[in-house]
């Protein structure tokens, strides 16, 4: 009786001494990660810090200005706080080169607090970013990358696929094939010349377009490459123009795709050829700058549209003046969501009041978005390779056709000529 | 001609005298293989060459900014492409306002004129703060020190203009008057490259007239021979030095001008940079350092880089041969300087110039 009753006491001391232990030390936010990848710590009254990696310098500043908007407004809508926590937004200028990627992501991937970025604007820059913030163990969601290669997984078909990379602008491929579709199918052309800068942006949608037009029984006559910073397009159009293709599909960015349009007009040969454009012409500037050269110019581009986006534009008005530069900031805002939502999904507080940010929970929550209501549409995370990361609607783009009154009377967008929700053959 | 058979026996000498055969072979081959194709037609041939003088004007203009500089610092202003820029840059917003008024096509000749002095001026303000605030008290530093700082200048004056105008492009009404073409048989000249080519031609041999007929052309002369010796002869040689970056600067701005007729878009505030180097490329080619060099070089950059690409590289079966323009620019610049060092037409520099 005697043993149990000290059994018993040496019991309760025990619990007693168990409790005081833990009372005295409370498992600490380390003790409390269990994650693989490791954890972001965000000590109390720390605030929360995401990185931006956007072309802030350079020619295509317009798109680091436009994307930036999308995710200011993304964190002021939430009144700059998420989990009771300030955010703290640390943007870096990634360029558009591989380069500026490699630069920016060093830079946001050097802070241990950081949880993740936006960006890249360019495809190129993400493929420097993209093995960086990978093995770091972090994430980066792109609102206007649209190259093929970034969500390809095979290395022997080009693909640079890494764990962490998302993406809420279309994929490449996606566009490129239906822009082939819409040559053929819509506009019944037969010969196609196409134009790229070496960007891995333009250089994908080029190739693609020109495989789809090959596969559909056109025939593809010319495939060249101008530089980015070139003005003069007399040379390239004169080597076109022995070819006389019907369609010349010219993914370029301004300032080239406006020397391209501007110059083809004085070209002999080229009188019937149409251009068709990419994303990276789309935006309000190619009419606007290019003049009447541009009417009649396709260009294929995001399509956003739905009381939200109103909401959103006028948010924009309110806070920047004017309208977005380019339109991939509905992409930036939605990409700024996802991040915030999936760190809102998985930061665990701890007894000392940190919160407990797990690397690979972050990943494994973006890649489970489903139907999550976008401005740019109901997005899904995909997982397999050839669109591993992809999470933008594939239906939210169009051709658009530019006409007089995007040149003369500032209307932008364009009018929707097709919509890739539509049949080619129809 | 052949420095290894004659001294002794150098692989340097060698190996340079086999590149130049190189170089030479290839040129021959691609061209021959391209002219005997025949896809080009004669009539291509003389736009591209002409379009090729046009855009080398434009590099002529910017290039004697480099070289005025040089001749008489013997620094590089790698800011140069950048005062370029601000007088374009600025002056588009004037060409907007003429435009919407309707004076730029009711008194064309009135509103180009108006529109180059506008950018000459602001160039030429440009560059003389430049000279004052990031040269001047640099002068008699080691010569790194004010080429850094050049460049330094150049991104400060990028950033500086993305601040006040933005970062999105711009571009140059069209003018009606410059919209036609001469037709000369089969060969049909657009009249915005006669424009180009012609206002170039002028301000050129304006330029010339200035440094060689004028007193202050004396003076500037005289400083870039020997700036001692001028100061003694009573000439102020600081004033002579901001006059010769006002110049330069004049004219990059009235290149901008005449560029935004030849190619209206593009303008924004990074508009300066290709442009720079081309023009430094065209002033090294033609001899840096002489005026009728960097007229020269200039014209000669921009008609190669036009014919170069479907002459040569598509002769030659290289794949994305206009991606390849630079290639020949700059293959053109080792070749004229393995054959002259001192460029087209500059003289051998002193060991103090070189």
């Not at chain 2, 058979?5 to 030479?24: M, N």
């Not at chain 2, 950048?82 to 008024?101: D, K, P, Y």
Request: charged residues 15%; contains cysteine; glycine residues 12%.
């Amino acid at each position: 009786m005697k043993r149990i009753n000290v059994m018993k006491k040496t019991v309760a001391s025990l619990l007693l001494l168990s409790l005081v232990s833990v009372l005295l030390n409370p498992v600490s936010a380390e003790d409390a990660c269990r994650d693989n990848l490791g954890c972001v710590i965000v000590a109390e009254d720390e605030p929360i810090v995401i990185g931006a990696m956007l072309v802030l310098s350079g020619a295509v500043t317009y798109l680091g200005d436009d994307s930036l908007g999308g995710v200011e407004l993304a964190i002021m809508d939430r009144d700059g706080e998420l989990l009771g926590r300030e955010i703290e937004l640390v943007v870096e200028d990634s360029l558009c080169s591989a380069e500026g990627g490699q630069a920016a992501a060093q830079r946001l991937s050097a802070d241990p607090t950081m949880i993740g970025a936006i960006g890249t604007n360019c495809s190129s820059a993400a493929q420097g970013a993209m093995p960086i913030i990978s093995d770091a163990g972090l994430v980066m969601i792109a609102p206007s990358n649209t190259s093929p290669s970034l969500t390809n997984e095979d290395v022997a078909s080009g693909g640079s696929h890494l764990p962490g990379y998302f993406r809420t602008s279309h994929n490449g491929l996606v566009e490129g094939m239906r822009n082939a579709e819409f040559a053929i199918g819509v506009l019944g052309s037969s010969k196609l010349a196409t134009v790229h800068d070496g960007d891995p942006y333009t250089e994908g949608l080029a190739r693609v377009v020109a495989d789809t037009f090959a596969e559909l029984g056109g025939e593809v006559v010319f495939e060249g490459a101008v530089n980015k910073g070139d003005t003069d397009m007399a040379s390239i159009l004169t080597e076109i123009a022995v070819y006389q293709p019907d369609i010349a599909y010219v993914p370029l960015f301004e300032p080239e795709v406006n020397f391209f349009a501007a110059q083809m007009q004085h070209i002999a040969g080229l009188e019937d050829t149409v251009i068709i454009g990419g994303g990276a012409s789309f935006v309000a500037g190619f009419p606007e700058n290019t003049g009447a050269a541009a009417i009649g110019v396709f260009v294929s581009g995001p399509l956003v549209t739905g009381e939200a986006y109103e909401q959103f534009l006028v948010r924009w008005e309110e806070e920047y003046s004017g309208s977005p530069p380019s339109g991939y900031h509905a992409h930036a805002y939605d990409a700024t969501n996802l991040l915030l939502n999936a760190v809102e999904a998985v930061a665990v507080r701890s007894d000392d009041g940190s919160l407990v940010i797990g690397k690979q929970a972050i990943r494994d929550a973006i890649a489970a978005t489903e139907d999550y209501p976008g401005l740019t549409g109901s997005l899904t995370c995909q997982e397999e390779s050839p669109f591993a990361g992809d999470c933008a609607p594939g239906t939210a783009l169009a051709m658009f056709e530019i006409t007089e009154a995007e040149v003369y009377d500032d209307n932008w967008p364009p009018p929707v000529f097709w919509s890739f929700s539509e049949s080619a053959s129809e | 001609m052949f420095k290894w058979k004659t001294d002794e026996f150098s692989w340097v000498d060698f190996t340079i005298d086999v590149l130049r055969i190189l170089i030479v072979l290839a040129i021959v081959v691609g061209s021959w293989n391209t002219l005997s194709e025949g896809r080009i037609s004669f009539a291509q041939w003389v736009n591209l060459f002409i379009a090729g003088l046009s855009q080398g004007s434009i590099y002529a203009l910017i290039a004697l900014g480099y070289t005025l500089v040089y001749g008489i610092l013997l620094m590089i202003n790698f800011a140069h492409g950048e005062v370029f820029m601000a007088g374009a840059f600025s002056t588009v917003f004037l060409a907007e306002a003429l435009n919407r008024t309707g004076f730029l096509n009711q008194s064309p000749v009135l509103a180009i004129l108006l529109m180059i002095l506008f950018a000459g001026l602001v160039s030429m303000t440009v560059a003389i703060l430049l000279e004052r605030i990031a040269y001047r008290p640099l002068r008699g530093s080691p010569r790194l020190v004010p080429l850094i700082t050049a460049i330094g200048a150049s991104f400060f004056l990028q950033y500086t203009f993305r601040g006040l105008y933005g970062s999105g492009f711009k571009a140059y009404p069209q003018v009606k008057i410059l919209q036609g073409a001469l037709q000369i048989g089969s060969i049909n000249i657009p009249t915005v490259q006669i424009f180009v080519f012609a206002s170039a031609l002028v301000l050129m041999f304006g330029l010339y007239w200035l440094v060689e007929r004028s007193r202050i052309g004396k003076a500037m002369r005289a400083v870039s021979e020997n700036k001692e010796v001028a100061r003694l002869m009573g000439i102020d040689i600081d004033w002579v030095i901001l006059f010769t970056f006002g110049v330069g600067g004049f004219l990059a701005g009235s290149a901008g001008v005449i560029n935004g007729m030849f190619r209206p878009q593009g303008v924004n505030f990074f508009m300066g940079f290709i442009p720079g180097i081309k023009a430094f490329t065209a002033a090294v080619l033609g001899g840096i350092g002489n005026i009728p060099g960097a007229m020269l070089g200039g014209l000669f950059l921009g008609v190669i880089e036009a014919i170069g690409p479907n002459l040569v590289l598509a002769g030659l079966g290289i794949p994305g041969a206009n991606q390849l323009k630079d290639v020949i620019a700059f293959t053109m610049l080792v070749l004229v300087l393995i054959f002259r060092p001192q460029g087209i037409l500059g003289e051998r520099l002193s060991e103090k110039k070189a």
